[in-house]
């Protein structure tokens, strides 16, 4: 029921789609609401609920047991019951059938990599089980060249070594044998195989031959080979070179990076004298000075504010530099340009337009502009101080996750090691 419910809902919606403009492709709606109805079909036929069954269907032979959870019910009561079904086992036709085909698979394949049986010096191929059904056991004369894997031990195959195989089949009673003989040859020099072999084997006799010694003699000679070692030296002088090659790159990044700190900080100095700046020009202004005089003012006080020890401002510096400029002739509208270029701040090169502004239409609103500018410079500043504020306490944080961490490790570790 609920598929019929869920279809008649997609047809709706496909429906008032395309009565407006996100139409669905006609092709795509019909195969939506076909494979709806499809599945509807399914779901209506038998796809969900409970069907009463009186047989379960094996795994097939060779394949491993399945587990299905069924439902029992006898009168009133109901419970869940999980059955481990085993995979199906062959008859005795299929059992003898198995034996020979897992006979025939030995034949063909466990040479391994091998070409030759009178020639063998790699791997075999020996498995336990065959098509999923066939066990084997094995049987090798000697014992001590290969295992029962058939992985070859080239040390034990010094000169040619004629080895009997025999493989005991068995297959749910159903038994059959494999016999075959081959010749272990010692494993051909000439080969990617056998270099390094005998390369190990010489080095391995070698340590063996002074093991107090500080050195091990590498061998001379491999198969009537002459071997000439070398070992892969670090090359100081390239690291050098490429260090050297990026160091004038890093250089210009810091020295870019510092040119950028330097310019905040200045422009943060700035900040702070601006309106201190402002509000002595006002005052000066106010007691009747002309702009020029204001200015001498202000860095006369400096001055004498410096003689008594207090530190180096660099709004101020200016200020007195551009005194001696206009002293020494300086024309005054060109001094007060040269001071907002020179200082390359916002707030100063605003004010040098006003002055410039005040000696051309003349100084009657001067005051109030410079107050309200002082107002302006002080709201700044306290924002910016907020700012940095927060920027601190943001940089507090990393040490005091640090912190977390540490007493975590304390708290956590000592439960770990009593836990375990």
Sequence with gaps: MAAVILTVITIAVILALNRGKNKIPAKLAVCIVGLEIVGTVISLSG?????????????????????????????????????????????????????????????????????????????????????????????????????????????????????????????????????????????P????????????????????????????????????????????KEDDGIKLVIMMTLLPGLYVFYMRQKAKDDEKKWQQELSYDYPKMLSQLSLYIGAGFSVKAAFVQVGNAYIKRRSRGHPERPAFEAIVRMNRMIKDGEDEERAYRNLGESLRHKGFRKLTLLLSQSLKKGGKDLRDQLEQEERSAYDERRINAKVAGEEASLKLLIPMMGLLGVIFIVLMVPAFMQMS
């Design 47 to 187: 796809g969900s609920g409970t069907l009463n069954i009186s047989q379960i269907k094996r795994p097939e032979a060779g394949g491993s047991s399945e587990e299905h959870e069924v439902i029992v019910r006898q009168g009133d009561r109901e419970e869940k019951v999980t059955l481990n079904i085993p995979a199906r086992k062959l008859t005795d036709r299929e059992a003898e059938r198995a034996v020979k085909a897992a006979e025939k698979q030995i034949k063909k394949e466990y040479l391994g990599k091998n070409k030759k049986a009178n020639s063998v010096y790699k791997d075999l191929k020996l498995r336990s089980r065959y098509n999923g059904n066939v066990s084997t056991d094995w049987e090798i004369t000697p014992y001590d060249i290969f295992d029962s894997e058939g992985k070859i031990d080239n040390s034990k195959a010094e000169k040619e070594t004629d080895v009997c195989i025999k493989g005991y089949l068995d297959c749910q009673g159903k038994t059959g044998k494999v016999e075959m003989q081959i010749t272990v040859i010692p494993i």
């Design 189 to 232: 020099v000439d080969t990617a195989e056998g270099f390094s072999y005998y390369l190990r084997k010489a080095v391995t006799e070698a340590n063996e031959k002074d093991p107090t010694a500080d050195y091990v003699k590498l061998p001379e000679k491999v198969g009537g080979k002459s071997l000439v070692f070398s070992e892969k």
